[in-house]
């Protein structure tokens, strides 16, 4: 007769010392949340992008051809809308940011910097090319950046808002001088010189990405 094997079973076993993998964890919610207000945040985006073309144009028009009372009307209209717009985009980058806090670990998977917030290889000086001429912040930040030896590079997320190497920063003129702000408490949440802005985080972001 055949002997019959006891015990063991049919199929792919699992190689010794060789754990099976745990099955993966559930999707958060917030997960979700954070996608929805992401998707929300480009449509906004690309809403002040129309408006700041329009706008652009509009005031293109006026130079050629003089203002009118129409004219300067629809000019204002335009204006208050970007600005409006830049407020809601505000908002909804400081939601996400806050549901990111309440899961650091996780949020910290998701973090994908874009290549140009990398910092330069070997630490040489890092440029700033203007993304948008019409922007005066941007391009004042282009002329700083090219007077100065800093590896730490800044991305353009939107008007005035901008990332220094994993740290999001406003930049705004104010007095004819380019100022920075976080809301991380730094400065008391106010304000000030984008030079005092580098000295403070540019050693953090040569620490988080291992620089000399």
């Given at each position: 007769?055949?002997?019959?094997?006891?015990?063991v079973?049919?199929g792919?076993?699992?190689?010794?010392?060789?754990l099976?993998?745990?099955?993966?964890?559930?999707?958060?919610?917030?997960?979700?949340?954070?996608?929805?207000?992401?998707?929300q945040?480009?449509?906004?985006?690309?809403?002040?992008?129309?408006?700041?073309?329009?706008?652009?144009?509009?005031?293109?028009?006026?130079?050629?051809?003089?203002?009118?009372?129409?004219s300067?009307?629809?000019?204002?209209?335009?204006?208050?809308?970007?600005?409006?717009?830049?407020?809601?985009?505000?908002?909804?980058?400081?939601?996400?940011?806050?549901?990111?806090?309440?899961?650091?670990?996780?949020?910290?998977?998701?973090?994908?910097?874009?290549?140009?917030?990398?910092?330069?290889?070997?630490?040489?000086?890092?440029r700033?090319?203007?993304?948008?001429?019409?922007?005066?912040?941007?391009?004042?930040?282009?002329e700083?950046?090219?007077?100065?030896?800093?590896?730490?590079?800044?991305?353009?997320?939107?008007?005035?808002?901008?990332?220094?190497?994993?740290?999001?920063?406003?930049?705004?003129?104010?007095?004819?001088?380019?100022?920075?702000?976080?809301?991380?408490?730094?400065n008391?949440?106010?304000l000030?010189?984008?030079?005092?802005?580098?000295?403070?985080?540019?050693?953090?972001?040569?620490?988080?990405f291992?620089?000399?």
């Amino acid at each position: 007769a055949t002997p019959v094997q006891v015990g063991v079973r049919s199929g792919p076993q699992p190689r010794p010392g060789v754990l099976p993998s745990a099955a993966p964890a559930g999707p958060d919610p917030r997960d979700g949340e954070i996608a929805r207000l992401k998707e929300q945040l480009l449509r906004q985006t690309a809403l002040v992008e129309n408006l700041e073309r329009e706008l652009n144009a509009l005031h293109r028009s006026q130079c050629g051809a003089g203002e009118s009372p129409k004219s300067s009307d629809k000019l204002g209209r335009l204006r208050k809308a970007c600005e409006s717009k830049d407020e809601e985009i505000r908002g909804l980058t400081q939601e996400v940011e806050k549901l990111k806090k309440g899961f650091p670990q996780r949020a910290s998977q998701h973090l994908h910097l874009p290549r140009s917030a990398a910092p330069t290889p070997s630490g040489n000086a890092a440029r700033y090319h203007a993304t948008v001429p019409t922007d005066p912040t941007d391009v004042r930040l282009e002329e700083f950046m090219s007077g100065i030896t800093c590896p730490i590079r800044f991305h353009r997320i939107n008007q005035g808002l901008y990332r220094f190497g994993a740290t999001q920063v406003e930049l705004e003129i104010v007095n004819q001088k380019l100022m920075a702000r976080t809301d991380d408490g730094w400065n008391r949440g106010k304000l000030g010189p984008i030079e005092r802005f580098i000295a403070q985080f540019e050693p953090i972001e040569r620490d988080r990405f291992r620089l000399s």
